[in-house]
């Protein structure tokens, strides 16, 4: 029972490890191609207001 609920966890790290690259490679790609976002243009719209 305990080997089956560590193979689980195992499969659980190595799934959210792939998430976390994929999204990762993703957010890199729209930095390196500078394509906008709507997130992107708030975050900018945001930080041109805080910063003087």
Do not use: P, Q
Not at 30 to 43: A, H, N, P, Q
């Amino acid at each position: 029972m305990r080997k089956i609920f560590f193979v689980d966890l195992f499969n659980l790290f190595i799934i959210t490890l792939g998430y976390m690259t994929l999204i990762s490679l993703t957010l890199l790609a729209f930095d390196l191609f500078e394509i906008k976002t709507t997130g992107s243009v708030f975050l900018e719209g945001l930080s041109s207001i805080t910063i003087f």
